[in-house]
């Protein structure tokens, strides 16, 4: 059984740019949950996806955006970088959205915003 | 903001049991009790989660109360690799997650 993978491991960008973030789900999960993580803090719940729509959004504003796709791999968009942007994206699955599924972690995009 | 509040940082000797409190006073009736463990910024790892009644699984065992305003996390035999910081959630429609305790496990 594949766990969550996530890719790139790592990625340099500069203030403006757009960035796409990937996940793929563990096998049999169709929701996929994206967190931000600054450092020295915990993890912020970005937004979920199942079944290809949003189900769920934190406090993020509009230019972080989603898609999930049929085999229910996902990907994180944020347009118009800011340096505050720099953290560990991790993107987490589960069997289904209700609060007794636990989520998987993957292992994390390291994004640096110069 | 999380729900929960936990000690910033703790030790424990190594083979002796940690106990990792956490307080969620607030906490409604249909949310669980969920517990994470994250080691250098890798991604965290799942450990262990309930609701009402307490849990034990290969790697841990939870105790909550009985008004489920609190609960425990142990670890029976702490390990050096046991060295993480620990998140105790409330889940409701989403996770989220507060600071952590900070285990550090002594040889």
């Known amino acids: 059984e594949t766990g969550v993978t996530q890719s790139p491991t790592h990625l340099i960008k500069t203030r403006g740019q757009q960035v796409t973030l990937r996940c793929s789900s563990q096998s049999g999960h169709n929701t996929v949950s994206w967190y931000q993580q600054a450092l020295g803090q915990g993890p912020q719940f970005i937004f979920q996806?199942?079944?290809?729509?949003?189900?769920g959004r934190g406090n993020f504003p509009p230019r972080f955006s989603g898609l999930q796709f049929p085999n229910y791999s996902s990907e994180l968009n944020v347009n118009a970088l800011e340096l505050d942007d720099s953290a560990l994206y991790l993107c987490a699955s589960s069997f289904g959205p209700a609060s007794y599924n636990e989520q998987f972690f993957g292992p994390g995009t390291r994004l640096t915003v110069l | 903001d999380a729900k929960t509040t936990q000690p910033p940082s703790m030790d424990c000797a190594e083979g002796r049991a940690a106990n990792l409190p956490c307080n969620h006073s607030?906490?409604?009736?249909?949310?669980?009790v969920y517990w994470y463990r994250q080691i250098h910024s890798q991604g965290p790892q799942y450990i262990i989660h309930?609701?009402?009644n307490n849990e034990t699984n290969e790697m841990a065992s939870l105790i909550i109360t009985e008004d489920r305003k609190s609960s425990t996390l142990i670890l029976p035999h702490a390990t050096l690799r046991d060295t993480a910081v620990y998140y105790c959630?409330?889940?409701?429609?989403?996770?989220?997650f507060g600071a952590g305790t900070r285990l550090t496990v002594k040889p």
């Open positions: 996806y199942y079944r290809e729509e949003e189900n």
């Open positions: 607030t906490i409604s009736g249909n949310e669980y």
């Open positions: 959630i409330v889940r409701g429609n989403d996770m989220r």
């Open positions: 309930g609701l009402k």
